[in-house]
């Protein structure tokens, strides 16, 4: 069974930074696109950034601000210059066939999630 877990969320200050964590297992990221998405109460899940091996892609929302990298089986999500619209309840998803982050990655619907986590931004 496919599972995917996120961690890294928590409370940051305006102007800082955080780097969240999507480990995936029973699955090879060689071959499969993880992305991020992000929803805030009252709003629609958003797309933010999606990882695959041939392939970066980034939502104009973060793009300048976030790195995504890959470690073996976790996609790392790191977003700088915390801003007060960041602030949601974030999900990485996979797919269970192969494939890389295409051009319509951001309305993609990705069979895996994993159970999100937090992030709060605060002074």
């Known amino acids: 069974q496919v599972q995917l877990v996120e961690s890294g969320g928590g409370l940051v200050q305006p102007g800082g930074s955080l780097r969240l964590s999507c480990e995936v297992s029973?699955?090879?990221?060689?071959?499969?696109?993880v992305a991020w998405f992000r929803q805030a109460p009252g709003k629609e899940r958003e797309a933010v950034s999606c990882?695959?091996?041939?392939r970066i892609r980034y939502a104009d929302s973060v793009k300048g601000r976030a790195n995504i990298f890959r470690d073996k089986n976790t996609v790392y999500l790191q977003i700088n210059n915390l801003k007060p619209e960041d602030p949601a309840v974030y999900y990485c998803?996979?797919?269970?066939?192969?494939?890389?982050?295409?051009?319509?990655?951001?309305?993609?619907?990705?069979?895996?999630w994993g159970q999100g986590t937090q992030v709060t931004v605060s002074s």
């Open positions: 990882f695959s091996n041939d």
């Open positions: 998803g996979t797919d269970n066939i192969p494939l890389q982050c295409s051009p319509s990655w951001y309305v993609h619907p990705y069979d895996y």
């Open positions: 029973e699955l090879s990221l060689d071959y499969y696109a």
